[in-house]
């Protein structure tokens, strides 16, 4: 069982940058999978960024290839996304989810456990 819990969002200006982070209890942190989605305001959940169990692989939607970075510190039990260069259109509420796998997973119905997500909001 994982429990996970988003911290860092807020509110910034286009082109500026946010670092959300994802806190996760459990001794065995260290074998999930994790990943992050976003849903927009009338919109469904959609994929943004994933990392493997080791924190070797990742992947990220085409939207944000370039501009966000996902990395993970399994001794503090944390998971983290780099937001540089923020657009309007990046305006979400940001889940952090978990799954028990050492490989990437893109898909939204590959995790088991999810956050309770923090609002991103960029102003034009």
């Known amino acids: 069982q994982v429990q996970l819990v988003e911290s860092g969002g807020g509110l910034v200006q286009a082109g500026g940058s946010l670092r959300l982070s994802c806190a996760a209890s459990?001794?065995?942190?260290?074998?999930?999978?994790m990943g992050w989605f976003r849903q927009a305001p009338g919109k469904g959940r959609a994929f943004v960024a994933a990392?493997?169990?080791?924190?070797?692989?990742?992947s990220y939607a085409d939207s944000v290839k370039g501009r966000f970075t996902i990395s993970r510190d399994n001794a503090k039990n944390t998971v983290y996304l780099q937001m540089n260069s923020l657009k309007p259109e990046d305006t979400a509420v940001y889940y952090c989810?978990?799954?028990?796998?050492?490989?990437?997973?893109?898909?939204?119905?590959?995790?088991?456990?999810w956050g309770q997500g923090t609002q991103v909001t960029v102003s034009s």
């Open positions: 989810a978990a799954v028990s796998s050492s490989l990437v997973h893109t898909l939204e119905s590959g995790y088991n456990y």
């Open positions: 459990g001794r065995t942190y260290y074998s999930y999978a």
């Open positions: 990392i493997s169990q080791s924190g070797l692989s990742t």
